[in-house]
Nanobody, 130 residues
Framework: QVQLVESGGGSAQAGGSLRLSCAAF????????MAWFRQAPGNEREGVAV???????TNADSVKGRFTISKDNAKNTLYLQMNNLKPEDSAIYYC????????????????????????WGQGTQVTVSS
């Protein structure tokens, strides 16, 4: 079994910053695709940012220029740096990864196909006040 452990959530004022982390246990090898999703109350879960094994990145339009996804393969940890936070960023944020040992097409990763993600974190709450 692979467990994703998220941290870094909390509250912030509009315009502030937060940094989310997601560590994968146990480590075996890098995943082809890792991503951040979020779900606000009453809304469907949506993709936020994704990073492929070759380092390619896709960001949702709503967070472009404000959020940055990155990955430390040595630590097997995914990060999401969130700057210039807005109240509409308030949501539960989830990290996710495709199944280890299975190939994932880059196009499938880059388009936030949720069915491709096998491992999911429990989620961390982010609350942004105006």
């Amino acid at each position: 079994q692979v467990q994703l452990v998220e941290s870094g959530g909390g509250s912030a004022q509009a315009g502030g910053s937060l940094r989310l982390s997601c560590a994968a246990f146990p480590y075996s090898h890098p995943d082809y695709c890792m991503a951040w999703f979020r779900q606000a109350p009453g809304n469907e879960r949506e993709g936020v940012a994704v990073i492929y094994g070759d380092g390619s990145i896709t960001n949702a339009d709503s967070v472009k220029g404000r959020f940055t996804i990155s990955k430390d393969n040595a630590k097997n940890t995914l990060y999401l740096q969130m700057n210039n936070l807005k109240p509409e960023d308030s949501a539960i944020y989830y990290c996710a990864a495709t199944k280890r040992g299975e190939y994932t097409l880059k196009s499938d990763c880059m388009t936030f196909i949720q069915a491709k993600y096998y491992y999911w974190g429990q989620g961390t709450q982010v609350t942004v006040s105006s």
